[in-house]
């Protein structure tokens, strides 16, 4: 038998066959084997022309150029930072990279220091071990108060939304500052905290029911719900 | 006298009852409980992640650390707790039942750690562990050639039987276990230890009714990794 096994959307384990016969090739997340295509990885079958590919649905967060991201220094080094973005590999942040010019010999700490939460866009990427960042672009900076949250990188597109709708209405509803990292990492800082638990309990609730349908109408309902 | 009848009720070629579950540990990357009968194991997956001491690090492939754990309140007797002679011999096979399946070479210089604790044991733990860290390792997310599922067969008085526990363990007349783990896909085998004495034949038939008891496990192990995304 050639052809698909599975169907798009489908979830997978990992060993499981999607497909077989040389009409299809592999895509991320799958191997083949023989004539035979696998998935690598738990996640959902993405079907695009000819490719098979495994949208994972856990893991850890795999960096792209140009992305942003939301991330937390973890070592003043010379020249440079390196910041935790919660993929395998810690990236590096280029002291020639910050928005300011800095001074050779400068105290680097004086500008980011541990523990500071930065919003970065990846600018590099070789084969997802090496990851530098930039701080040059609109809306990135370095962020003061506020809290983090994880969610999973791939329910990320969901939180936005389309042309940033949820995300949008989130804001409006709570009244919070929220940056979504493409990582996963979600900064919300709001005037009470109030605001940030409940900005926090709809992101986790459209985190949870990511794959449900009329999932908008939920959130509207429960941001205007509760803010009376 | 011989093994006629288990004690339990089951068939010779019966598992006991299996519960699973995935997503046990909150802070974990990737968790599993994996129950048979009375034993019970927990698989927490954390990475991959950058290992430190950096020399412990391989700039080629990943590195795979399992630990095995009992709690002291999981048997009758107290256990001392902590690491023994035996919890690391037990890391040291299941690291290697599943390095061969996991896609290590992605992720060089860093490292995958796997925590199995077994909270009640009723023999068959090393399996049960097994079990649960190939489904923890699924959960995860960290890219997999194949699953791993683990039972243990025996030699019970004359008889061959599946998933043995702890009294068949200490039958009177001897027993002989035989913990195996197997991949789902390919059926190759990547544990396999042996404490007794057992024929040629007899450990051919054990081997070969192994086979079926992993085949469940991996349905089990399937079925749940599924369910988490279902529900809605």
């Known amino acids: ?228 | 006298m011989s093994y006629t009848k288990r004690d339990d009720g089951r068939k010779f070629d019966e598992l006991r009852k299996i519960k699973a579950k995935v997503g046990v540990v909150k802070r974990a990357d990737g968790s599993a409980m994996f129950q048979m009968g009375d034993t019970i194991a927990i698989a927490s997956v954390y990475g991959p992640r950058e290992l430190h001491p950096r020399f412990l690090q391989n700039p080629e492939r990943g590195v795979l650390r399992c630990n095995y754990d009992m709690a002291s309140f999981s048997v009758t007797e107290r256990k001392k707790p902590g690491p023994s002679r035996r919890s690391t011999e037990i890391s040291l096979v299941t690291e290697k039942a599943l390095a061969s399946v996991i896609d290590l070479d992605l992720f060089p210089n860093t490292v995958i750690d796997v925590f199995i604790e077994i909270i009640q044991a009723n023999a068959g733990t090393r399996c049960a562990g097994i079990s649960a860290a190939a489904m923890a390792l699924a959960h995860a997310g960290i890219p997999m050639r194949d699953m791993v599922a683990a039972v243990s067969v025996g030699k019970v008085g004359d008889k061959i039987v599946l998933d043995l526990d702890k009294e068949e363990e200490d039958f009177e007349e001897g027993a002989t276990d035989i913990p195996v783990a197997m991949t789902a896909r390919k059926r190759e085998i990547t544990l396999l230890q042996l404490d007794g004495e057992v024929t040629k034949d007899e450990l051919m038939e054990a081997i070969k009714m192994a086979r079926k008891g992993c085949e469940e496990i991996y349905k089990i192990q399937v079925k749940t990794l599924k369910e988490i995304y279902k529900n809605g």
Not at chain 1, 14 to 35: C, H, Q, V, W
Not at chain 1, 36 to 43: K, M, P, R
Not at chain 1, 209 to 224: A, F, P, V, W
């Open chain 1, 1 to 228: 038998m050639t052809g698909l096994i599975m169907n798009e959307r489908d979830i997978v384990v990992p060993g499981e066959k999607i497909a077989s016969g040389m009409d299809y090739l592999p895509g991320n997340g799958t191997f083949r084997e023989g004539e035979d295509i696998y998935s690598s990885q738990l996640g959902l079958v993405g079907v695009n022309g000819r490719f098979v590919k495994v949208i994972p649905l856990t893991g850890k967060y795999t960096p792209r150029e140009g992305d942003i991201v939301v991330g937390k220094v973890v070592d003043v080094g010379f020249g440079m930072w390196n910041v935790d973005i919660g993929s395998a590999y810690s990236a590096i942040l280029n002291m020639r990279e910050t928005s300011e010019f800095i001074d050779r010999g400068a105290d680097l700490s004086h500008y980011y220091d541990f523990n500071d939460v930065v919003i970065a866009q990846v600018t590099k990427v070789v084969r997802y071990k090496d990851v530098n960042l930039t701080m040059k672009g609109q809306g990135l900076r370095k962020v003061k108060g506020g809290k983090i949250i994880d969610v999973t990188p791939s329910k990320v597109p969901r939180i936005i939304g389309k042309q940033g709708s949820m995300i949008k209405m989130i804001k409006e509803g709570t009244g919070c500052n929220i940056v979504v990292g493409q990582n996963g990492k979600v900064w919300i800082k709001g005037e009470r905290i109030e605001d940030e638990v409940k900005a926090t309990e709809v992101i986790l609730k459209i985190e949870q029911e990511s794959h449900t349908q009329g999932l908008t109408d939920t959130i509207k309902n429960i941001l205007e719900g509760k803010g009376k």
